[in-house]
């Protein structure tokens, strides 16, 4: 590992106990982890299959891994060899990212409960009701016939992710609004209404939570209250709603928030006044995952495009760009050591060596190895006109699905040690070393 980086690392964010873990190896959402990682490949640890597509991101903490499944379960597992020591039974799927702190994992469900789970038994503390979970919905969504129809976006796979900071849960929910719940209790201690669904995961520091909504506007609240503090306005696109809404979470680094956005831009933000500072253009492409940021740059990945992209963390200038023939990546970059990780919807694990600036290895999926082939072209692109009838929403729905039969990995991996954990839609949950 080399010491320089580490060294920086733990300067901007304090790693957690390892009683503690939550999506982005913490609630500021740095990803960032303080293991060597697998800077090469040597094997399949272990892996555990559960009954459903696995969206959720691990959480890594005392031994074990917590991830939740779309089989209704979060699943906890030995890190060691991956058997399974319990599981939590919910009403729906669990896209959800758990966070763990002081032996209770936290999470969110589609049966629209928010839930707080004894960490060694997976016996229920408590649950929140929400106002109901549910998908970004809007009229010509993508442009999908008849434009008056309301449907549901079929990109919008996740829900947000809780963060824990001071003795109090944060997280969005899709009734729009933001929550602070007390973690022993469970007790409201605020919330805030936003104008659409919240599937950001709240990133907390320096008393402020930072959050976006798919009403277009970032947003920063105080931590204790829930007032606002500033609201940021990102790109609107009210014919068809494609170039529009925040799904990606916030990274906050040294008094910086960095953020992707459908509107096809990356964003940095002054954290006390909400100021941009710069702002990456895409292209038109997505940023659904969020940021990685460490020694001065920031890496995040987008969809259409399917390019990893290194900036300047102060000036947002390009630094490198690595392209992974046109694959959509919704999952974060995850970074320990060295190395990047990164998953990709042809249901691939991607390690890049960062001083490299390439690709170190890549692990492929059960399914991308059974199935690949069939929704690849030869030239190694996405091959959407074998998935994809036509535009009709119906069609798009089971185009995805075809798309996703290679096992296509949109958990953000989760690192201890030497060992990465990540999920895939085929089912199975992977640590590999």
Known sequence: MHRTLLAVALLLCP???AQESSFRAGPAHMGVYGGAGAPAFHKVKWQFHTGGQV??????????????SNDHFLHALDLANGGEKWKFK?????????????????????DSNFYA??????????????????????????GIEPANEPVPDPFDFYLSSPAVSGGVVYFGSSDGCVYALEAGSGALKWKFKTGDVVHASPAVAGGTVFVGSWDTYFYALDAATGAE?????????????????????????????YFGCRDSNFYALDAATGKSLWTYKNNGSWVIGSAAVVNGRVYFATSDTGLLHAVDAKSGQDLFSLAFNRWPMFSSPAIAGNTLYLGSHQGRLLAIDLPAQK??????????????????????????????????????????????????????????????????????????E
Do not use: C
Request: proline content about 3%; cysteine-free.
């Open 117 to 142: 789970v004894d960490a060694a038994s997976g016996t229920e503390k408590w649950k929140f009701k929400t106002g109901g979970e549910h998908r970004f919905i809007a009229k010509h969504l993508h």
């Open 359 to 432: 690709l170190a290895w890549m692990f492929e999926t059960d399914a991308a190895r059974k199935n690949g082939a069939a929704v690849t072209t030869p030239d190694g692109k996405p091959n959407h006109a074998a998935a994809f009838a036509d535009s009709f929403y119906d069609e798009i729905i089971v185009g995805i699905q075809k798309m996703f039969s290679n096992g296509a990995v949109l958990s953000s991996p989760a690192i201890s040690g030497s060992t990465v954990v990540f999920g895939s839609l085929d089912g199975n949950i992977y640590a590999v």
């Open 55 to 68: 969206f959720s991101s691990p959480a890594i903490a005392n031994g074990l891994v917590y991830v939740g």
């Open 229 to 257: 503090k500033w609201r940021f306005k990102t790109g609107e696109d009210h014919e068809i709603y494609n170039q529009t809404g925040l799904q990606a979470s916030a990274a906050v680094v040294e008094g910086v928030v």
């Open 15 to 17: 790693l957690a106990s």
């Open 90 to 110: 919910t009403a729906g799927r669990i896209v959800s990212s758990p966070a763990v702190s002081e032996g209770t994992v936290f999470f969110l469900s589609y």
